[in-house]
């Protein structure tokens, strides 16, 4: 039964360990991806 209960947990661990990953890696890139082309659009409206 500890066994049982040890492996429940670790499963239940690596499943939101995952999820909070892949949110963050593309919460990363949403932020990188946006304040690059914030910076394009802001450089050819002062450009034109």
Known sequence: MLRFVEDLAGSIY???KFLL????YILAGMIIVGVLMFLFV???N???
Do not use: G, R, V
């Open 21 to 24: 990953t892949s949110l963050s």
């Open 46 to 48: 002062w450009l034109f």
């Open 14 to 16: 690596d499943f939101f």
């Open 42 to 44: 802001f450089l050819f």
